[in-house]
């Protein structure tokens, strides 16, 4: 197309329904994040987002989906951690994390919930702990794929306990929590978001939270720091992306309609009641979030660097 049909494509953007790649499995919290915003997203930019689930890898199948897609802006994917730790991770990625995305926005924050099964033995969480410490490979942890948030909280805590647990992989937290439900796996970390409903409806137990503050939303539950695990601090967030090259016009366009949708009270009444926070405005532009992703990839590299596949 000649650059006066791109540009002026970029204007009447967007004509058609916008896919919304969400590299985990449905049911999950990411899919809750993205179902909340693309709703609000929809009506702002009067296209509809259509969510789409590419789970596996820990997310990184779903991340080269939307890394190799053309740059037009139908093809966004919402992202988490993994997409910076997977850069340590994954050696054989099809994409470089640092240059194949245009970074849209921060979307949430807050915090992830130890969780166990109804049935464990285990009356609090000094006593989970106990339990998972003395337990080592006994104990099943689930999580959503190496690098997910629910992974590195569990890779985190075999390093503060000194142990190592059985790690059960899933392709997302959605279907490790049907799978704690039935008793399969003993515990997960899951992010508030999900969690919360499943402490409410009780069919899962709640023992702690990885954040250094307590969480409003759960305000009964202890910090592993009260628990004793020295500097635990594990804060989820999610981002939104788009591939690399995509005209500036759209990206001010989505980031717009991102932070709309951050600003809606229906929204952040939802936000609140499953104890996740929207993205503070001065951290909400493209290059902050550009920033971030940065900022987490050289993170992950540290922590991680010595762990790759
Ligand atoms: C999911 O939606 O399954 C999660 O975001 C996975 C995780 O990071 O634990």
Same mark, same amino acid.
């Given at each position: 197309a000649s650059l006066a049909a791109g540009i002026a494509g970029a204007q009447g953007y967007p004509e058609r329904p916008v896919n919304l790649v969400v590299p985990f499995a449905a049911?999950?919290? !990411?899919?809750a994040i993205a179902r909340l915003v693309g709703q609000s997203m929809s009506e702002t930019l009067g296209q509809q987002l259509i969510v789409e689930s590419?789970?596996?890898?820990?997310?990184?199948? =779903?991340?080269?989906? &939307?890394?190799?897609?053309?740059?037009?802006?139908?093809?966004?994917?919402?992202?988490?951690? !993994?997409?910076?730790?997977?850069?340590?991770?994954?050696?054989?990625?099809?994409?470089?994390?640092?240059? %194949?995305f245009a970074p849209?926005?921060?979307?949430? #924050?807050?915090?992830? &919930?130890?969780?166990?099964?109804?049935?464990?033995?285990? %009356?609090?969480? %000094?006593?989970?702990? #106990?339990?998972?410490?003395?337990? +080592?490979?006994?104990?099943?942890?689930g999580h959503a794929g190496? +690098? !997910?948030?629910?992974?590195?909280?569990? &890779?985190?805590?075999?390093?503060?306990?000194?142990?190592?647990?059985?790690?059960v992989a899933y392709q997302g937290t959605g279907p490790a929590m049907n799978d704690l439900m039935a008793g399969g796996i003993d515990v997960m970390c899951d992010q508030s978001t999900?969690?919360?409903? #499943?402490?409410?409806?009780?069919?899962?137990? =709640?023992? %702690?939270?990885?954040?250094?503050?307590?969480?409003?939303?759960?305000k009964d539950l202890p910090t592993l720091q009260e628990l004793g695990l020295e500097d635990f601090n594990f804060t989820i967030w999610h981002g939104l992306y788009a591939p690399a090259g995509t005209p500036t016009e759209v990206v001010e366009k989505l980031n717009s309609a991102l932070q709309d949708a951050l600003d809606d009270q229906k929204i952040l009444g939802r936000f609140a009641a499953v104890g996740t926070s929207p993205f503070p405005d001065d951290q909400r532009s493209p290059s902050a979030h550009n920033e971030k992703l940065q900022a987490e990839i050289a993170t992950w590299q540290r922590v991680l660097g010595d762990t790759a596949e």
């Open positions: 049911g999950g919290p !990411s899919d590419v789970g596996g890898a820990g997310g990184t199948l =779903g991340a080269a989906r &939307v890394a190799h897609a053309d740059p037009d802006g139908y093809t966004l994917l919402i992202a988490h951690v !993994s997409l910076a730790a997977g850069e340590t991770l994954y050696p054989d990625l099809t994409y470089e994390t640092q240059t %194949a849209l926005g921060m979307i949430n #924050q807050g915090p992830m &919930v130890l969780l166990a099964r109804k049935d464990f033995d285990a %009356a609090d969480g %000094a006593a989970l702990i #106990q339990r998972m410490k003395e337990g +080592g490979e006994d104990i099943a942890v190496v +690098g !997910s948030n629910s992974h590195l909280c569990a &890779v985190l805590l075999e390093k503060t306990m000194d142990t190592k647990f059985t790690l999900t969690s919360i409903p #499943q402490l409410e409806g009780g069919t899962v137990k =709640g023992y %702690a939270v990885t954040s250094a503050e307590r969480l409003e939303a759960l």
